[in-house]
């Protein structure tokens, strides 16, 4: 393996090149923002620090590198192209219909840890699977993190931070490239390196600072990471168009293609480029994973007689008490509400598979999809009136492919006394929009159980709605439930009309059913 610095700036060179040559032939993307992390991320890749098994992507102990900068991906594409996985022709396909190399980074492109893109989300997903590798898998492998300087304005970066300080990951790396443009001008912070230390550092986290365009410092810095003891940043200062006069820390080049004679032009200041090199990434640990096999315990199976009142929300706790200790990989995540969605319930089964998020729904979701995907079954809950400010990261998550349950609680007008701004109304149609998505709404404790493993079973996002308040069981033990289907509860050959209930509704339709029954209407 070739880790001379010269080597590595060698294959920077020709990253860059491959950056201008895609996107001009693309006549879009993101040059300039793919320019300034060049060198942070090939001394990264090549330097003999990041470990990866470039013929199985999805090998348990490859490191994780995350583009949270999601419009970098010219850049991204070009490091598996030196990685010599992606050809040449394949770069100048970027964004094409018909391409794997999109203009974010998706799950098409085999290589993409997670679909980026809609900024300050990257970090959570990061957790997530650092908290895998920590915690479940109980491997070293680490994950490293590439964040633009701009998306450091998000709230949910920062949760990111403090849930990373609360898990003490050390196995998890921030790259921030402080390259101090954004889209419109000079992000909060400029190149004011000193206030975002003391903001990382205010968060537990420890920092190194580096010059994001001298490789041989860049080496230096990773290789520090061997000691690392607590989650790490790395904040590089770089510029945005580095390697070209005229792109180099230039405003308004944000999301421009450079045309043919601009092209030409800064191919020309890049100087000579070997298009034949290729770099080496250094081969990962070989680790098997014991898998304990769970047989379903009866001790956690509830029964329930028909007419008993018990609330979903309540019914749906002692449901993952029964999934847990019969499917090792689920794993529950709460945002400090436990007690009230009955999440809690998961704690006398396993305490190591409840993740407490706290109030933090942003940053709970990415987790819950970083968890995903390293082949965990998460199911994350809340009030369901929250899921909407974390609708963002939900709406992203379909395009990771996510496989993970929702529950919002205390849904709908029927919550009451707690008032209009707790009432979940939006819930439903919010989630009915995700691709292969499924919304489940139970009416009783039995329905909550069998319709939860149904979820549980199924291999993407899902939402289940439960209620606050207690209602009659209205199902038997051997009442069987599908995705999609439906259960007939009352009818006779005198039916004037079919009324549709679902969740608390039902109940206020059978009590019409009564009511219209006693003047001689059927439905």
């Known amino acids: 393996m070739n880790t001379d610095t010269h080597y590595l700036e060698s294959l920077a060179r020709l990253a860059r090149y491959w950056i201008i040559r895609s996107t001009t032939a693309a006549g879009s993307g993101h040059p300039t923002s793919s320019f300034s992390a060049t060198d942070l991320m090939v001394g990264l890749m090549f330097g ?59 799950m098409r492109f085999p290589y993409t840890e997670a679909a980026t893109g809609s900024l300050g989300q990257g970090l959570s997903i990061g957790v997530g699977m650092a908290i895998n590798a920590q915690k479940f898998d109980s491997l070293p492998y680490k994950t490293y993190v590439l964040l633009g300087d701009s998306e450091l304005a998000e709230g949910s970066v920062w949760e990111a931070f403090d849930s990373a300080r609360e898990y003490e990951l050390s196995n ?19 190149h004011n390196g000193e206030r975002y230390r003391a903001k990382c550092e205010a968060f537990g986290w420890d920092v190194i600072e580096v010059d994001g365009h001298s490789m041989e410092s860049i080496q230096a810095v990773y290789r520090q990471l061997e000691s690392q003891s607590k989650p790490t940043v790395i904040l590089a200062k770089t510029y945005k168009g580095y390697g070209v006069s005229f792109l180099s820390d230039k405003d308004g080049w944000h999301g421009k293609a450079l045309n043919d004679e601009e092209a030409e032009k800064a191919l ?14 250094a081969s990962p640990e070989m680790y098997e994973i014991d898998r304990a096999t769970l047989e379903g315990d009866s001790e956690w199976y509830p029964r329930y007689d028909v007419g008993e009142k018990v609330a979903t929300r309540k019914a749906y706790g002692q449901a993952l008490q029964v999934l847990a200790s019969g499917y090792e990989n689920l794993i529950v995540l709460d945002a400090e509400v436990s007690n009230s969605t009955y999440a809690e319930k998961m704690k006398e089964v396993d305490t190591q598979r409840f993740l407490e998020m706290y109030i933090a729904e942003q940053n709970m979701v990415g987790v819950a999809l970083g968890l995903s995907r390293r082949g965990k079954k998460p199911f994350v809950s809340t009030f369901a009136a929250f899921f909407t400010r974390a609708f963002d990261q939900i709406r992203m998550a379909q395009y990771s492919e996510a496989n993970i349950a929702f529950i919002g609680s205390h849904a709908g007008v029927s919550i009451g006394q707690d008032g209009s701004s707790q009432m979940a109304i939006e819930d439903i149609a919010q989630f009915r929009t995700i691709l292969d998505g499924v919304v489940v709404y139970p009416s009783d404790a039995v329905s909550t159980l069998k319709l ?10 899902s939402y289940m709605r439960t209620t606050r308040m207690d209602t009659p069981v209205l199902y038997t033990d051997e009442t069987d439930f599908v995705i999609g289907g439906s259960e007939t509860l009352r009818s006779s050959e005198r039916d004037q009309i079919t009324v549709i209930g679902a969740g608390v509704t039902l109940h206020e339709t059978l009590q019409a059913y009564e009511s219209l029954r006693d003047q001689g209407i059927e439905i």
């Open 268 to 281: 020309e200041e890049l100087g000579m480029v070997d298009t034949s090199l290729r770099g080496e990434i």
């Open 452 to 461: 939860l493993e149904k979820l549980y079973l199924h291999q993407c996002i």
């Open 172 to 190: 998890l790396v921030a790259i921030v490239d402080m390259n101090r443009l954004g889209q419109r001008g000079e992000t909060m912070e400029g």
């Open 48 to 106: 003999g620090v990041f470990r990866y098994d470039v013929e199985n992507p999805e090998y348990r102990n490859n490191d994780r590198l995350i583009f949270s900068k999601g419009h970098a991906a010219p850049l991204y594409y070009a490091l598996w192209a030196l990685a010599d996985v992606v050809s040449e022709e394949d770069l100048l396909t970027l964004r094409q219909f018909d391409s794997v190399l999109e203009g974010h980074p998706t």
